[in-house]
């Protein structure tokens, strides 16, 4: 009989009860425990420190109790006794003193037992670690479990871990004063921005938007003074900036999902709880939020971990699924054995953390973290901080900055021109021409262009399996220069494969089969058959629906392959087999046992497990090949063999087991359920005859490789960030060309967790204070960011302090400045959260991510493949070409539409006026500008370095130099010439006073200015599409560009001949030679713009490529945009 305790469906319902009965006891400031210690000895009560803590003050353990936690109160009689204590040391009479020693000695013992339960929470924190570290600490894992219930003050029931009988868990009494002290089982969330405040802070808020709405103010006041009648200015600018801070705000709310998915993980039905009152049981029902430190709770499949849990009990072969923490599939098994000093407590097998889920077994468990100082509360809090600026943002505000300046600077020339005019000018003309020189200078379509273009090319990645979140992501995607990446589902499969069978071809030698379609389960001779048909035979997998698995990961692979080599039918014939008897796998034994009939007679027993275990069983092993094979005794020199070829699979990244079988001949009436484990290890263990290895890994997907090599060619580095063991993790990275695979590796290429344990700085993040911790940190991270390619055995902090020092520590240049890495960080669970965040661009997995993953992220591999980065690089690399061409084109037309404003002090009739502006920037300009996004690649992307945001912005001193003092004069001068094409307009000049005659002639000027301008547009248009290449080769691929061109034509054919029109832009009809000698501007602009063109050809050899050792960080400095413009 078995000795396991009842199931739980057998046991009577648990009772919901209240709080409403537990004695009241209030929970106080450690500030008079040293003033009560000899009170409380007195009355007997002695609290329990570790003595390992016992270094830990006072003064931190109240830190430690009151720091983050809104929930607690201090007691109302606390705060009385506390007044009393303060006006008696001030020497004022106390409200009310004490009635008697006996309330003296009762305000002692509530104060002794707040400390008391401070120290039970000390106690839970790894030896000499911080428990406000950032990073997540226990020794719940590894305390002896008497120890450990000790020190919550906590009760195991009469039967032991498994609590079914007997009083259990906390006293009651304690629950108000521990609740006060601990605080709710829940995660403190962040303070959230009313969305409507910031939709106002959108709208009327940055240098850009205070521009243009001083405009629109300016522009408003003029009218309501009756010194203008131009409504349409004013009302399309406050539309343009209303619609684009609409835009940005509906952008930003669609990214704000993060803690509310967090929060989602939270346990919210009643979990079944074991207390205490006066050594009687009780049962509760309580809501996981009342949950406490030391109560003692039972979980059956199906139930999510409501807390941070040590197992005290549980059925054979439990089961976890931390997909929705770890991103990891496959559930991991749990077992109640104390685990090693030391060891992670994140690769504990008796810990299960709050917010996963059972999903096989039940258990009997001991809460010992809750909310804020979970594990998911240690991510919770590492992502409640801001996102950093994006490159993106950094650069446009940087521009909007400049522009500002310019612009600013520009309407003050202008005031200051107007008043050193030495022929007076109205107060309302002086601003009005002020104003239209200063809004001249303001692309108001820049935020919507660069908005939809990002959108458009958001779009286009979709197609290729990359889904934008957030859209300032594709640019900074295009600057990225190391890629962390982790292994498991992103570089490799993620789910194991039997690729070797290793079995003994002679006494001395091993050799290796890896294709097993010719291997067959009915054949008894040939090893390989042997050996596949012992692999699958198992009780631990089950084939459901579509052919999906259920099992461990090594027993799925091994079903997988006889399914290729056998199909469903053979292999089911195989499982369907009777079992005699088993002993099924666990960590201990390291090994599994089948015992079944064999259809020759008697019984085949076959045992598989780790080699070592399997080989000490075995008094023989087959030998030869084909179905040559004979039986051997083992020799020494055998296990010898055996253990080299393991370690050889090993040294590959191979998970190895070990597989044997014996024939026997026990009577068909034995009594195989009478069978004891010491008598199968006895009997039916022994005399094993050794078949060989299997070799099972989790391969690298098709395509990286290649992925990788593309993202060296890019000059974009590969760090893969793994929680497996080095060896594995090294195995795979020169597998895929991650690290060379021959030859000796260079310090610092691969960092254990070991090397990084004293490496976290003790604040937020890295500080340069000059101090020794501070020293020793950059000495070791300035190596490490420009050697590591594999980081190994990590925790979800240290992936978050590796992003870290690559932003702080990388893109190290020829002048010795670190200017920062560009990283991207992809991640699946909600572990990875935080590291995500961190990262510049945060790559989730759209398969196997968790929503807090995706969340947090800021694109997503629809298809999980490592591949469809690069493709996103090299888009976002073509994004931020085409959105440098197309700011480039929109600010081309500045130096002509303010000019007009300059000129008119010198008596030349105003060219250009505002509300023309206005049709040039947003009535064409702007759809230009955005069909640039549909621009192909001029050039090999992904043979150039990427670019550095800080070093190279989008728009640079050659953007501005191209726009302004290039193309800018060019249209400039040949604006002013058809200008003065128009008839009679030289006699108008220094006029301010002109009959209707001559005011038809000022339009006609006018009017050939604004139609130059949009002709000189269209050749801007057209030469900005390539840097190098000549528009003869290159032609007009862009057929959204085509299109806009065309409609530029068109619109401008409206404004100047459709009466309205006429009348809102003050324009005029021209002649069909007037319409055509425009075009000359365009002839003009490209002959010029095909000189230059062919220059920068010529320059094009000296530029600078991607490194190829690529194990050696390149410091030569980037290559200037105006290069690329200038071909200087």
């Keep these: 009989g078995s000795l396991s305790p009842p199931p739980l469906a ?118 000499g670690k911080d428990p406000d570290d950032r990073d997540y600490h226990t020794s719940a894992h590894s305390t002896d479990l008497k120890t450990l219930m000790e020190s919550q003050n906590t009760k195991l029931g009469k039967d032991g871990p498994a609590c079914r009988e007997g009083s259990a868990g906390i006293e009651i009494a304690e629950a108000t004063t521990l609740r006060e002290v601990c605080g709710k089982n829940k995660i403190t969330p962040p303070q959230k921005e009313n969305i409507w405040v910031r939709l106002v802070k959108q709208i009327f808020t940055g240098i850009f938007n205070v521009l243009l709405w001083g405009t629109v103010l300016v522009e408003g006041a003029l009218i309501y003074t009756g010194n203008s009648d131009d409504l349409v200015t004013p009302i399309i600018l406050a539309s343009v900036v209303v619609a684009a801070g609409l835009l940005q705000w509906w952008t930003e709310l669609k990214a704000e999902n993060l803690m509310d998915a967090l929060s989602n993980m939270q346990a919210s039905a009643p979990v079944p709880t074991i207390r205490r009152s006066k050594n009687e049981r009780r049962e509760l029902m309580l809501d996981a939020e009342d949950l406490l430190p030391g109560d003692i709770i039972t979980l059956k499949a199906g139930d999510r971990v409501p807390a941070d849990i040590r197992i005290l009990w549980c059925t054979d072969g439990m089961e976890v699924d931390n997909a929705a923490l770890t991103g990891e599939s496959i559930p991991e098994p749990r077992d109640p054995a104390t685990c090693e000093e030391k060891s992670p407590p994140t690769h504990a097998r008796n810990l299960a953390f709050y917010g996963t889920t059972v999903v096989k077994g039940n258990a009997t468990a001991l809460v010992f973290f809750i909310g804020d100082k979970t594990f998911l509360g240690k991510i919770a809090a590492s992502i409640k901080s801001a996102r950093s600026k994006s490159t993106l943002e950094i650069q446009i505000e940087h521009f909007v900055h400049l522009i500002a300046v310019v612009a600013v600077v520009v309407g003050l020339a202008s005031l200051v021109a107007n008043l050193l005019d030495p022929k007076p000018h109205p107060i309302g003309y002086i601003i009005a021409n002020a104003a239209g020189a200063l809004f001249a200078q303001v692309p108001e379509g820049l935020i919507p262009t660069v908005t939809i273009s990002l959108m458009i090319a958001s779009q286009k990645m979709s197609l290729r399996n990359v889904l934008v979140r957030k859209l300032d992501a594709v640019e900074t995607l295009g600057c990225v220069s190391v890629v962390c990446s982790d292994k498991t589902g992103t570089l490799t499969r993620g789910d194991m494969t039997l690729g070797d069978m290793v079995h003994f071809s002679s006494p001395t030698a091993m050799e290796t089969v890896t294709d097993f379609s010719k291997t067959d389960p009915a054949d008894k001779n040939t090893l390989p058959s042997k050996m596949l048909r012992g692999g699958i035979r198992n009780n631990a997998t089950v084939i459901g629906k579509d052919n999906k698995f259920i099992g461990s990961p090594t027993e799925v692979a091994m079903m997988k392959a006889g399914l290729e080599a056998w199909g469903v039918k053979k292999v089911k014939d195989v499982m369907d087999n009777t079992t005699l008897y088993e002993i099924p796998f666990d960590s201990a034994n390291k090994y599994m046992f089948i015992a079944e009939p064999y259809n020759e007679g008697g019984q085949l027993f076959s045992l598989k497990g780790a080699p070592e275990r399997v080989a000490k069983f075995c008094k023989y092993a087959y030998v030869g090949q084909g179905g040559q094979a004979a039986i051997k005794l083992m020799t020494p020199e055998m296990q010898e063999v055996i253990a080299a070829n393991a370690k050889t699979l090993m040294g590959q990244a191979k998970r190895v087991l070990g597989i044997a079988e014996r024939r026997a001949n026990y009577p068909a009436d034995f009594h195989w359920d009478s069978a004891t484990a010491d008598f199968a290890k006895e009997n039916f263990l022994c005399d094993m005859v050794f078949i060989g290895l299997f070799g099972i890994q989790d391969p690298p997907k098709p395509g990286v490789k290649q992925a990788v090599e593309d993202c060296h060619a890019a000059g974009v580095r590969v760090i893969m960030i793994t929680g497996d063991h080095p060896d594995t993790g090294v195995a795979i990275a020169k597998e895929i060309s991650i690290i060379p695979a021959h030859g000796e590796l260079p310090p610092f290429t691969v960092i254990t967790d070991k090397e990084l344990a004293d490496k976290v700085p003790s604040g937020e993040s890295f500080v340069d204070d000059g101090s020794d911790e501070a020293n020793k940190l950059e000495a070791f991270w300035t190596q490490v960011v420009v050697h590591a390619r ?101 600010l081309c037309s500045k130096v002509p539409q303010c000019m007009p404003n300059f000129m008119e002090l010198l008596g030349i009739p105003l060219a250009l006026n505002v509300s023309q502006v206005l049709a040039i920037d947003i009535g064409t300009d702007i759809w230009t500008a955005i069909a640039y996004a549909w621009q192909p690649k001029e050039s090999a992307l992904m043979e150039r370095k990427p670019r550095h945001p800080t070093l190279e912005k989008i728009v640079n001193g050659g953007v501005l130099v191209y726009a302004y003092a290039y193309m800018g004069l060019m249209q400039m001068v040949c604006c002013w010439y058809f200008y003065f094409q128009a008839p009679g307009i030289w006699n108008n000049l220094g006029k301010s006073e002109f009959t209707p005659e001559e005011a038809h002639t000022n339009k006609v000027a006018s009017t050939m200015y604004y ?100 194990l050696v960080r390149d410091v030569a400095p980037q290559n200037p945009l105006m290069q690329r413009f200038l071909g200087a």
């Design 1011 to 1110: 139609y130059t301008l949009v002709v000189g547009q269209i050749a801007a248009a057209m030469a900005t599409t390539t840097y190098h290449e000549s528009l003869f080769k290159y032609l007009a691929p862009n057929g959204k560009l085509n299109i806009c061109i065309g409609m530029e034509v068109i619109f401008a054919m409206l404004i100047i001949f459709e009466p309205t029109s006429q009348g809102i832009f003050m324009t005029t009809g021209l002649t069909a030679k007037q319409l055509l000698m425009p075009w000359m501007t365009f002839i003009a602009i490209s002959c010029v713009e095909e000189v230059r063109k062919s220059f920068a050809r010529k320059s094009l050899h000296a530029r600078e490529v991607a490194p190829q050792n690529f």
């Design 790 to 890: 594999v980081f190994a055995r990590v925790t979800p902090i240290h992936k978050q302090l590796i992003v870290q020092a690559l932003q702080k520590w990388g893109g190290k240049q020829a002048d010795g400045k670190c200017y920062g890495d560009i990283v991207a960080m992809t991640g699946d669970g909600v572990n990875d959260a935080p590291a995500l965040k961190q990262a510049n661009v945060g790559v989730a997995m759209g398969i196997r991510g968790t929503e807090v993953a995706k969340d947090a992220a800021d694109i997503v591999l629809l298809d999980d493949e490592f591949s469809s980065i690069v493709h996103g690089i090299e888009q976002g690399r073509l994004s931020s070409e085409n959105l440098q061409k197309s700011i480039a084109h929109t």
């Design 10 to 127: 057998q046991l009577p319902p648990p009772v919901r009860t209240s709080f409403a009965h537990e004695t009241s006891a209030a929970a106080v400031m450690a500030g008079e425990f040293e003033e009560t210690k000899a009170s409380v000895a007195a009355e007997g009560s002695v609290s329990y420190v570790a003595d390992h803590h016992k270094n830990v003050s006072v003064r931190k353990s109240r830190q430690l109790s009151m720091k983050d936690e809104p929930q607690r109160r201090v007691s109302k009689k606390y705060k009385e006794d506390e007044a009393q204590a303060q006006a008696a040391q001030g020497g004022v009479a106390p409200p009310k003193a004490p009635k008697d020693r006996k309330s003296q000695r009762s305000t002692s013992l509530v104060i002794a037992k707040a400390e008391d339960m401070r120290q039970r929470q000390i106690m839970l924190y790894e030896t």
